[in-house]
């Protein structure tokens, strides 16, 4: 049977994988039935391994100014909901590792292995990732000088905080927090997994998985109950995705019912609940 996939099809599809740790394009194969994935995209067949291929290897610059419009649009609309006081802007470096002969990829002498150099700047108080830049393995590190070396590195702390600036220095010196969020988009949403063999694919690949950590992380801190809103991903998709479901399929409908002694049953619900109460202003 012949079927038709837009490109939002295919890009919506790979984030609800992505979500659910599916990070491979093969498991597209494996997944074009699955009935909670079609219900959820509202289709009767998902895109194969071969289609989700081609979608990505077709994407190029123009594709990545259109995930920056699309990061913009979704985080004016998450702020029409719940607007943050302020924002701590943490800006830092890490090694996207690269196996094979990729365009782009290099030896990082700091890290002491191959890769991408990549540039990340989060929200530090929400933990949104606000702009992720794919580079050359080989682009310079901006490493503090240990002691005894012969060059120094200065470091610059650049705010605009009313405070003396002793409280400014110990302010920042809780920014360690910028490692977990790091650690998560690379553990967690497989955001460092530069496959492909031309870095303009990789890097929309990583605006792919920009947006689906953004989108996580706004339906942690929005819908989620508050003892679960400190949990990392892995935690989470065990507690409220990942979980055993019932599917009863009628004539007109499925419905999928939860086990009755399911432990998060409550949370669940709650979730489902908080997800009807958005107030989202559309324009």
Same mark, same amino acid.
């Given at each position: 049977m012949l079927r038709h996939h837009t490109d939002l099809d295919i890009m919506m599809q790979k984030i =609800? $994988?992505?979500? %659910? %740790? =599916?990070?491979? /394009? /093969?498991? %597209?194969d494996e997944l074009t039935t699955d009935p909670v994935f079609n219900a959820i995209l509202n289709k009767k067949g998902l895109a194969s391994q071969p289609t989700m291929s081609r979608f990505i290897n077709r994407c190029d610059d123009i594709c990545l100014m259109q995930f920056e419009q699309i990061q913009q649009e979704l985080r004016r609309k998450v702020y029409s909901i719940r607007r943050p006081e302020r924002i701590l802007i943490d800006i830092d470096l890490t090694l996207f590792s690269t196996f094979g002969?990729?365009? @782009?990829?290099? =030896?990082?002498q700091h890290y002491n292995d191959y890769g991408y150099h990549s540039l990340l700047s989060y929200d530090g108080l929400t933990g949104d990732l606000l702009k992720a830049e794919l580079r050359p393995g080989n682009v310079y590190t901006k490493v503090e000088k240990p002691y005894g070396?012969?060059?120094?590195? =200065?470091?610059?702390?650049?705010t605009n905080m009313e405070c003396i600036a002793e409280d400014v220095i110990r302010f920042y010196c809780? $920014? @360690?927090?910028?490692e977990n969020f790091i650690k998560e988009s690379k553990l967690g949403f497989h955001m460092d997994a530069m496959s492909s063999s031309g870095m303009m694919v990789n890097a929309n690949k990583l605006q792919i998985s920009v947006l689906t950590y953004n989108l996580f992380n706004w339906f942690r801190r929005l819908v989620l109950p508050v003892t679960m809103r400190k949990l990392q991903i892995d935690t989470l998709r065990l507690k409220l995705i990942k979980? %055993?479901? $019932? +599917? +009863? $399929?009628?004539?007109r409908y499925i419905t999928f019912k939860l086990c009755s002694s399911c432990p998060y049953r409550t949370e669940f619900y709650e979730v489902m609940k908080n997800i009807t109460q958005l107030q989202v202003k559309l324009e």
């Open positions: =609800y $994988r992505s979500v %659910a %740790a =599916y990070f491979q /394009d /093969d498991d %597209a002969k990729q365009e @782009g990829n290099n =030896y990082n070396k012969l060059t120094h590195l =200065y470091t610059f702390i650049v809780k $920014r @360690g927090t910028m979980i %055993a479901v $019932r +599917v +009863v $399929r009628s004539a």
